[in-house]
């Protein structure tokens, strides 16, 4: 079996996002740049598959700058097995990725896809889901637990409200959450090897595939700052609050 | 010129970090008020390959240079594992070098790949109570007797001497009196700390408790011929070669404690609220704080040009020695002003500053002290008469 992962280059969890003056976007130069933690779950998800001896060859896509050939090094010290990037200094949006994957599914036919289900720098959510549509494959997403059984796949989804688990008939696209495990750190030799797997670079035009934005972003402002709160001294005083500044009860 | 560290490099910064995220403030501040050997620490480095960081590919090492194993060490102290964590694993990383430069073929077999795979541990046995940094007057004795060297004599500040199974150790092979120079006729042993005739005495000391410093006794050790690296007389000069690389990693890690106390003091100072402004508004607090962050990053800078020197092949002993005593100096004055940043909090363990200022002794007194590097640059650089 054939996993295909896409792994997205995204400004680092631990690093605090700044607007650019200009309001066109988020600050990334010199900023620490990393996996979308998401796809971490998914690259670890496809290689204890593999490890299990269920999957044969992972393979992780990246989609964007040059620099997103490190984030697939990422996912092959981690142990995927090769990498393909598509480089692009266009400003990729979910349906364009979406239908580079699709035309990078036409190439490699994966039995598989594991994605994050969102990436944290815009939080669509909705790359998963669109491919799914544009393959007409079945998706299991917010995934956190993933079985293979025969040609099919059992995955639990998280929903609101709890848990739901759905059969899908292979090949298929699974997205996953939080839970769905722990992604392992890369070891030293795994670094090493790393540098020497594949990474077959291809642009959009390879694929026949216009990447050109269908969205217009007008302004990208900072969420306003949080007020300070009251503190309130007993309940009578929350309660009279609630009433006569509030006004909700 | 590319002063920026390149993407693989970055990679193993990150991969080690991650891994120290493990192993928070909690656990380094327990090791700090009851000791014990960090050993899960240890073997967690051990487990993803990276005590081989610097050994040859073919032993089971990353082949990797010194400047990767700086950056890691750095990493290391940088998270706040401090000396205690950096410390812990620091001999495998350089210690065994005149085992891979000088030793053969045999011996690198059976001595590189335990100590790569964190079976087992190491400890570097060179300085003496009656000889101090004046190391070729050292008087432990290895006698040859047959097939075996029988080692006298008598060993202090030995780090991990505790829970080391092995010991890279330095002995006077010929009495001092029939050598020419002083630096001829000691010998480079790798061997098994056999408990029975070597008495281990832990030396109660200021900081990092949980990686033990001792004074060693050898009463009657037999070291089979086998474990003699290179030629007898020669071990020296074998020592010396280590000599840099070891001064480079101590730098790095004084850098990474630096940068740790500073990350500290920074947002401790960002947070604190007095007289209604954050202290660090104030630029008595502020200014000392930029001039540790530009100490720290020359220290590092020069740190990386040394390593840099080492991997090409080029004479580093200036600059290794210039980057132990400036980072030495810079991540003290960072640890200090982190304390005094934090007021009277510096001075709670719960801060972890105050650790942190007891352990950044160690690289500005070891290996080599600060006035000792001074001697060496007005000697070697400027042509200085020898003063010492
Ligand atoms: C925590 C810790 C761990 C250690 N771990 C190890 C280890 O694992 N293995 C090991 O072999 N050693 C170890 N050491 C020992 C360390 O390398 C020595 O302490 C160091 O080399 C200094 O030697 P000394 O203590 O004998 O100082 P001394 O040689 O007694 O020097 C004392 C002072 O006098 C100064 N001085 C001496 N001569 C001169 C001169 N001519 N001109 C100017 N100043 C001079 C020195 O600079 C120093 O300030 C460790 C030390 C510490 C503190």
């Not at chain 2, 205690?84 to 077999?109: E, M, Y």
């Amino acid at each position: 079996m054939k996993i295909l992962v896409p792994v997205k280059r995204v400004v680092d969890y631990n690093v605090k996002v700044r607007v650019k003056s200009d309001g066109t976007g988020v600050e990334t130069a010199g900023v620490k740049m990393s996996m979308n933690p998401f796809d971490e779950i998914a690259v670890e998800e496809a290689v204890r598959l593999k490890e299990k001896g269920v999957a044969t060859e992972i393979v992780a896509v990246s989609m964007g700058v040059a620099a997103s050939a490190e984030t697939i090094r990422t996912a092959l010290a981690m142990g995927a097995d090769r990498g393909i990037l598509v480089e692009t200094d266009v400003d990729l949006q979910p349906l364009a990725v979406a239908k580079l994957l699709k035309a990078i599914v036409a190439k490699e036919a994966p039995n598989l896809i594991i994605m994050g289900k969102q990436a944290i720098d815009d939080d669509m959510s909705a790359t998963g889901q669109m491919l799914a549509a544009l393959l007409g494959w079945p998706q299991g997403t917010f995934a956190s637990k993933v079985a293979i059984e025969g040609d099919g796949v059992t995955v639990v989804r998280e929903v609101d409200g709890g848990l739901e688990t759905v059969a899908l008939t292979l090949p298929a696209i699974v997205t996953t959450d939080l839970r769905l495990n722990e992604p392992r750190y890369a070891s030293l030799p795994n670094i090493m090897k790393a540098r020497k797997k594949p990474i077959e670079t291809l642009k959009p035009a390879d694929l026949g595939v216009d990447p050109a934005p269908r969205l217009t972003v007008l302004t990208v402002a900072e969420p306003p700052k949080r007020q300070a709160g009251v503190k309130v001294g007993s309940v009578a005083e929350l309660v009279a609050k609630l009433k006569t500044e509030a006004k909700v009860i | 010129m590319d002063f920026a560290l390149t993407d693989a490099q970055e990679a193993l910064r990150e991969a080690v970090a991650r891994i120290c995220r493990g192993f928070g403030d909690e656990y380094w501040l327990e090791r700090d008020r009851h000791g014990g050997f960090p050993s899960d620490f240890h073997q967690a480095l051990a487990r993803d390959g990276w005590l081989g960081i610097c050994m040859p590919a073919e032993y089971g090492g990353a082949g990797l240079g010194l400047a990767e194993a700086a950056i890691m060490m750095q990493a290391i102290a940088e998270s706040g594992a401090g000396m205690s964590g950096a410390s812990a694993v620091h001999i495998n990383i350089f210690g065994l070098n005149p085992v891979v430069v000088f030793g053969s073929d045999a011996q690198k077999r059976r001595m590189l790949p335990p100590l790569i795979a964190g079976r087992e541990k190491a400890c570097f046995a060179v300085t003496e109570p009656n000889a101090g940094l004046d190391t070729t007057h050292l008087t432990t004795r290895a006698e040859k007797r047959g097939d075996r060297y029988v080692v006298n004599g008598q060993k202090v500040w030995i780090s991990t001497a505790q829970v080391a199974g092995k010991m890279l150790l330095l002995a006077r092979t010929t009495p001092i009196e029939q050598v020419r120079k002083s630096t001829q006729g000691l010998s480079l042993f790798y061997t098994t700390l056999d408990r029975s005739r070597v008495e281990v005495r832990e030396i109660e000391k200021m900081g990092r408790k949980s990686v033990d410093s001792n004074q060693v006794f050898f009463d009657g050790l037999e070291v089979p011929e086998d474990d003699l690296i290179g030629e007898e007389g020669r071990g020296f000069e074998y020592i010396l070669h280590g000599l840099n690389p070891e001064r480079v990693l101590i730098a790095a890690e004084a850098v990474g404690l630096g940068f740790a106390a500073l990350a500290r003091a920074t947002a401790y100072a960002k947070e604190r609220v007095v007289f209604g402004r954050p202290i660090g508004q104030n630029q008595a607090i502020q200014h000392p704080l930029a001039e540790n962050w530009m100490e720290l990053e020359a220290a590092r800078l020069m740190v990386m040009n040394a390593a840099w020197q080492y991997d090409t092949g080029r004479p580093c002993g200036a600059a290794a020695n210039a980057a132990k005593y400036l980072a030495g100096e810079a991540g003290f004055k960072a640890c200090q002003q982190a304390v005094m940043t934090h007021g009277g909090y510096g001075y709670a363990k719960e801060y972890h500053v105050e650790r942190f200022l007891r352990e950044v002794m160690i690289p500005r007194i070891a290996p080599v002290s600060p006035q000792l590097v001074l001697c060496y640059i007005a000697e070697r650089v400027l042509g200085l008469p020898k003063s010492y």
